[in-house]
């Protein structure tokens, strides 16, 4: 097959969605398919370079608006770099890219739905309920195909999605000997368009945190244009002297960092947390895990087996649950999401899209 992965983030950038996507690519690329790449970049110009031997397409990016890249030029330059393609395989939910390329590929469309609602409580938030309502389902019928990441994908509501969760590469990701701190590791973006992540709501349960746990510090293993405002309120909070800020770290260093984490958190606040990459990650490795039952984190928590579930929003039951993680660590399982395991599940939906477009076969003989 010759497919076209477009997505809107892609490596280096960090996320679950880009890392879905590059799973994607070297799947085909290993199962012997011709697979290009179509993604945004930071620069206003297009720019051509490689990804792991696969060819990428960095479309510019104009104007960034929330979290969504936006160039009008793209629907022309779309045009062009999906010519010659068998399939689409299209990543969403950012708006934009997957959008265009359900309306003008010349060939047909899968794509990835991988959130909830993105309505997070924002000044954006009427928009994305609009575009959520009116134009989001008129783009799942454009597509021949759709998978969903999690039950809570807006995907998996129309009936139609394959449910094909991301999985983890255990070469890569996998327990290691030394032993645990009594750190708590956040990994994620920490940007003023991502509080809905939580991370605020993290050092307040910090605070509360250190006197049940003495000695606990906390990881932080991400940037953005936030990072100031959450040292202010560490400093606030009387927490500074706990936190590590780390910054952003290639995708192939966080191993080392979830093997010597005591337990990983993600205390995300909406549904627009349909998966949660950090928490498949950390179980890989062998790290136990407590994050909000809100979303898809339910579907990869096991609440009280591998970890704990707490109410988002709520710093105390938070603390608790960290405490109760770090001086009592469950066995984790480390190979429940094993990529592996997926990867007949997600060539099979391509190559189910591309024979129905060729149509029936001819059978020999017959007129």
């Known amino acids: 097959m010759?497919?076209?992965?477009?997505?809107?983030?892609?490596p280096p950038d960090p996320g679950g969605v880009e890392q879905y996507a590059a799973w994607v690519v070297r799947t085909l690329r290993d199962a012997g398919h011709d697979v290009r790449v179509v993604t945004t970049g930071r620069s206003r110009r297009t720019r051509h370079m490689t990804y792991d031997g696969v060819p990428v397409v960095r479309l510019g990016t104009w104007?960034?608006?929330?979290?969504?890249?936006?160039?009008?030029?793209?629907?022309?330059?779309?045009?062009?770099?999906?010519?010659?393609?068998?399939?689409?395989?299209?990543?969403?939910?950012?708006?934009?890219?997957?959008?265009l390329a359900a309306y003008l590929s010349p060939a047909p469309v899968v794509l990835t739905y991988h959130a909830g609602s993105l309505a997070k409580g924002g000044r954006v938030d009427r928009l994305l309920r609009a575009y959520e309502r009116r134009v989001l389902p008129r783009v799942f019928d454009r597509c021949a195909a759709l998978v969903a990441v999690s039950p809570v994908s807006l995907a998996q509501a129309t009936?139609?999605?394959?449910?094909?969760?991301?999985?983890?590469?255990?070469?890569?990701?996998?327990?290691?000997?030394?032993?645990?701190?009594?750190?708590?590791?956040?990994?994620?973006?920490?940007?003023?368009?991502?509080?809905?992540?939580?991370?605020?709501?993290?050092?307040?349960?910090?605070?509360?945190?250190?006197?049940?746990?003495p000695g606990v510090r906390l990881d932080v293993v991400g940037?953005?244009?936030?990072?100031?405002?959450?040292?202010?309120?560490?400093?606030?909070?009387?927490?500074?002297?706990?936190?590590?800020?780390?910054?952003?770290?290639?995708?192939?260093?966080?191993?080392?960092?979830y093997r010597r984490a005591g337990v990983t958190v993600l205390p995300s606040l909406t549904e627009a947390e349909s998966f949660g990459m950090t928490l498949a990650e950390a179980?890989?490795?062998?790290?136990?895990?407590?994050?909000?039952?809100?979303?898809g984190i339910p579907f990869v928590v096991?609440?009280?087996?591998?970890?704990?579930?707490?109410?988002?929003?709520?710093?105390?039951?938070?603390a608790a649950a960290l405490a109760a993680v770090l001086t009592d660590p469950p066995v984790v399982e480390t190979s429940r999401w094993d990529w592996g395991s997926r990867v007949a599940d997600r060539l099979a939906v391509l190559e189910d899209v591309v024979a129905q477009a060729a149509g029936p076969a001819v059978v020999e003989g017959v007129a």
């Open 63 to 99: 104007w960034t608006v929330s979290n969504t890249p936006v160039n009008p030029l793209w629907a022309w330059q779309l045009r062009r770099h999906l010519r010659g393609v068998d399939v689409v395989d299209a990543h969403a939910p950012v708006p934009g890219l997957a959008d």
């Open 2 to 10: 010759r497919v076209a992965v477009v997505t809107p983030r892609f």
């Open 302 to 318: 096991r609440d009280g087996v591998d970890g704990r579930l707490v109410p988002p929003g709520d710093p105390t039951a938070l």
């Open 283 to 295: 179980l890989a490795c062998g790290c136990p895990v407590v994050g909000s039952a809100v979303g």
């Open 159 to 213: 009936g139609r999605a394959r449910l094909i969760p991301p999985g983890v590469d255990e070469a890569t990701f996998s327990p290691g000997s030394e032993p645990r701190s009594r750190s708590v590791l956040y990994v994620g973006r920490v940007e003023r368009t991502s509080r809905w992540k939580g991370l605020h709501v993290l050092l307040d349960a910090l605070a509360l945190l250190r006197d049940l746990v």
């Open 223 to 257: 940037d953005g244009d936030d990072v100031r405002t959450l040292q202010s309120r560490a400093a606030a909070l009387g927490v500074a002297d706990l936190v590590t800020w780390h910054g952003s770290r290639p995708h192939a260093e966080l191993p080392a960092c």
